[in-house]
């Protein structure tokens, strides 16, 4: 079974608004979580990551929110602008092998 | 820094052929991952190497599917007698230690089986 599954394959939110992504993991020993973003014909860029000694993680307009007892973690965006538009990628690591998400595809309307 | 490098960016195979991926790491990283994405299974672990030595090949389907690393400035991808099944975009990332979790990825070769 999956063990990183993103349930919303897309979200589309308005110019200036907050957008929340969302990742649900299986495997209790994983200790890093981390958002990648992909731009359509390019590779992941890693965003923003999170070990799992902290809940919280912030960088300008992005921070990432764990949850270990929900085995969760999520993306929130600030002040989102067209240029967030693209797919957004969770992933865990346990150990050096990045498990990922499906992908949720991000659209900012203005 | 120019980052991982990945050759070539397009490949495009008559079924059966033989396809040849090369990946260049970035300069001092001592792991090396493969990873294979396409629409419907999405990013796909395929093997890692550390300080050019194979760690887990546990992704790679067993036929068709080698890699390796002669040295610390590339490895290869190898998929021989290509299927249709194996269009997909290969990426390769590299990071600075194998337990230092940011790794940093390469552009991705598409390849197309026709």
């Known amino acids: 079974g999956q063990q990183v599954k993103q349930s919303s394959p897309s979200l589309t939110v308005q110019e200036g608004g907050i957008s929340i992504l969302n990742c649900d993991y299986e495997?209790?020993?994983?200790?890093?979580f981390a958002w990648y973003k992909k731009y359509p014909d390019n590779s992941p860029t890693l965003l923003i990551s999170v070990r799992s000694n902290v809940d919280k993680r912030e960088d300008g307009r992005l921070t990432v929110f764990l949850n270990k007892s929900g085995k969760h973690f999520s993306l929130h965006i600030t002040a989102s602008q067209p240029e967030d538009t693209a797919v957004y990628l969770c992933a865990a690591d346990s150990n050096y092998q990045l498990i990922w998400g499906s992908g949720t595809k991000l659209i900012i309307k203005p | 820094n120019a980052g991982v490098i990945q050759t070539p960016r397009h490949k495009v195979t008559g079924k059966g052929q033989e396809a040849t991926l090369w990946c260049e790491p970035i300069s001092g990283h001592s792991a090396v991952f493969w990873y294979r994405q396409t629409i419907v299974q999405g990013l796909e672990f395929l093997t890692y190497f550390r300080n050019q030595a194979p760690i887990d090949d546990s992704g790679m389907p067993k036929e068709r599917f080698s890699a390796q690393m002669p040295n610390q400035s590339h490895s290869t991808l190898k998929i021989q007698s290509t299927q249709p099944q194996d269009s997909a975009v290969y990426l390769c990332?590299?990071?600075?230690?194998?337990?230092?979790?940011?790794?940093?990825f390469g552009p991705g070769t598409r390849l197309l089986v026709l």
């Open positions: 495997n209790d020993m994983f200790d890093y």
């Open positions: 990332a590299s990071s600075l230690q194998f337990n230092q979790d940011t790794q940093y």
